[in-house]
């Protein structure tokens, strides 16, 4: 039966695990990539839409974005959207389990192997979430609360697509209030930092992004943090055991 969760020392454990060495180079790892992926993001939109906006507004609209071939601008986003989702997979084990000796051969076994179930999983998570908050928003919102560990349990537990899904929602049972709690917060913050970015990106646009994109790279590791104590506190039978023959996908 799962345990019940403590929003405190949720909060804590997150706050911890960022406030190490290892911690802030993950944090720093996470900015570098938010930033690359803008840029190149943005150097693909300002290629695509040179011929039909003045190249001032394009300029103000893009401010990261640099003059490359749409070929290579949109082949950059998708390599780091992967590096992401490695990055995020390392980051997982990471605060789960032996930060301070990371990285090892635990944080990085079978990492082709789990990328790709993640994007899977991450992809099916996705869809739901729109989906249910398409047909009414709360559908969305407890499908998003539900399913929140379903990464988690690829990278830490090595489980495969279903089997990730079905343990995300047996974890969530009986906390979800707790957990929508910690999403909101989440949501809250990011809103703010939204916001905030946005008002000064009006009036300087590189400002904006660049302090943007740190602000999120940020808060990104946060919830990491949050959703790693959530699932120690919720699952300590399983939380330091992996299955070292699980290949399911």
């Known amino acids: 039966m799962p345990s019940t969760l403590d929003l405190s020392q949720t909060f804590r454990y997150a706050f911890g695990r960022i406030a190490t060495r290892n911690g802030l180079l993950l944090v720093a790892a996470y900015v570098f990539v938010q930033l690359l992926s803008q840029a190149t993001t943005q150097s693909l939109a300002a290629r695509l839409t040179a011929d039909r906006l003045p190249a001032d507004a394009v300029g103000s609209l893009y401010p990261l974005a640099v003059d490359l071939p749409v070929a290579v601008s949109g082949g950059l986003t998708v390599v ?52 249910g908050t398409f047909l009414f928003v709360f559908p969305g919102i407890f499908l998003a609360v539900s399913l929140v560990f379903a990464v988690l349990v690829v ?33 809250v913050a990011s809103g703010i930092v939204g916001f905030v970015f946005s008002a000064i990106g009006a009036v300087a646009p590189l400002v904006g992004e660049v302090t943007g994109a740190v602000a999120t790279g940020v808060i990104g590791i946060f919830g990491i943090g949050l959703v790693v104590g959530a699932y120690r506190q919720i699952a300590p039978a399983t939380a330091d055991a992996v299955d070292p023959t699980s290949t399911a996908l």
């Open 80 to 131: 780091l959207f992967l590096c992401g989702t490695v990055l995020g997979v390392l980051t997982v084990r990471a605060f789960h389990r032996d930060l301070e000796a990371f990285p090892t051969a635990d944080h990085t076994r079978r990492l082709a192997r789990t990328t790709v179930v993640a994007l899977v999983v991450s992809l099916i998570v996705f869809l739901a979430i729109v989906v």
């Open 155 to 187: 990278a830490v537990e090595d489980a495969g697509v279903i089997e990730s899904l079905k343990r995300s929602w047996a974890l969530a049972s009986g906390n979800r209030i707790r957990l929508f709690a910690i999403g909101f917060v989440l949501v």
